[in-house]
Structure formats: structure tokens, C-alpha cells
């Protein structure tokens, strides 16, 4: 239930504060369409709404980060990079939220960074017009796409190293 208060009305004016009204409701109507929180990717075709090509639960392949992976600093991000020595687990990856499939019991004290890889195929990537990403992240996370960033949530640094810490994060 919306109330007027009358020494804002007096100060301000009705439209200048129904303006404002309708400008704030209509920004977090935005950031919540716009912000994710759930880890899963889809494809959404010309005919609309495509099939999720991955799933929560999915196995991906992971990295902990006491040492940055093979390579250059974002060579593990890049399509065709070979995962060996890398380990493999269903979402969520993580420790100590009771929310993991995969749980990473030295993580904590042990290192700050997890990398972690998953592959998928487009049957008709010509009729993609856009994919989407959800992500349930602690902390913050920075995703990539054959190389290229695409999402960054409470991260600064740049590149992401193994001992890069998050800014805040949840």
C-alpha cells in the first residue's frame, strides 16, 4: 500500500514524485529481468524460447585454484583448450552452503578461485538469436564464451588470477 505524505507533496509536487515513482519501479523491474541467480544456460530461437543446454546438476570440469591453470592467464577460457589434470563434478561446485553436488572440502584456507569448464553444441546456431545465462554464484564469479567475457559479477581485477579475491559479493 503506497501512502502520500503531505510535507513531500507541499515540497515537491505530485508529478515530480509520481515520476520518481514510476522511474524506480521501472528500474528494478529492469535489474530484476536482468540479473540471474540460478546456474543454467539456454538458447532462445527466432520461434522463442529454445531448450536449456545445460542444466543445474550438469558435470563440468573444474580447477582449483592454488595455481592458475595451463597457459596463459585466459587460455583456459578459450574453445579447444585441453581440461587434463583437471577434475570433473556435478553444480553446484562449492563448500559450506549446503547447496553442493560437489563439494570441495579444502577450498576453505585452501585457495580463493575455482575455474570451472563446460562444453555444449548448438544443433542450428544460425537460428540463435540470443543465449542466456543464470548463475547462482557466493561471492562473485566472471564468465567467459570461447574467450570472450560475457558476465562479471563483484570481481575487479583483470585478468582473474588463482589468488584474486572477490570485492563483496552475498
Known amino acids: 500500500t503506497r501512502q502520500r505524505f503531505s510535507l513531500i507533496d507541499f515540497l515537491f509536487g505530485f508529478s515530480t514524485i509520481d515520476a520518481l515513482d514510476i522511474y524506480i519501479t521501472e528500474r528494478i523491474g529492469f535489474f530484476d529481468s536482468v540479473v540471474s541467480t540460478e546456474l543454467s544456460a539456454g538458447a532462445v530461437t527466432s520461434s522463442g524460447l529454445g531448450?536449456?543446454?545445460?542444466?543445474?546438476?550438469?558435470?563440468?570440469?573444474?580447477?582449483?585454484?592454488?595455481?592458475?591453470?595451463?597457459?596463459?592467464?585466459?587460455?583456459?577460457?578459450?574453445?579447444?583448450?585441453?581440461?587434463?589434470?583437471?577434475?570433473?563434478?556435478?553444480?553446484?561446485?562449492?563448500?559450506?552452503?549446503?547447496?553442493?553436488a560437489t563439494i570441495l572440502d579444502d577450498m576453505e584456507g585452501g585457495y580463493t578461485t575455482v575455474y570451472a569448464r563446460r562444453s555444449f553444441n548448438l544443433s542450428s546456431p544460425g537460428s540463435i538469436s540470443f543465449l542466456a545465462l543464470q548463475i547462482d554464484y557466493d561471492d562473485g564469479f566472471v564468465a567467459y564464451l570461447n574467450g570472450v567475457e560475457v558476465a562479471r559479477r563483484y570481481v575487479a581485477a583483470d585478468p582473474v588470477l588463482f589468488d584474486t579475491v572477490t570485492d563483496g559479493g552475498r
Open 51 to 100: 531448450n536449456l543446454v545445460i542444466r543445474a546438476g550438469d558435470t563440468w570440469k573444474y580447477w582449483e585454484g592454488t595455481t592458475d591453470p595451463a597457459g596463459g592467464p585466459l587460455d583456459w577460457t578459450k574453445k579447444g583448450y585441453l581440461t587434463t589434470g583437471w577434475l570433473q563434478g556435478a553444480t553446484g561446485i562449492g563448500y559450506g552452503d549446503g547447496d553442493d
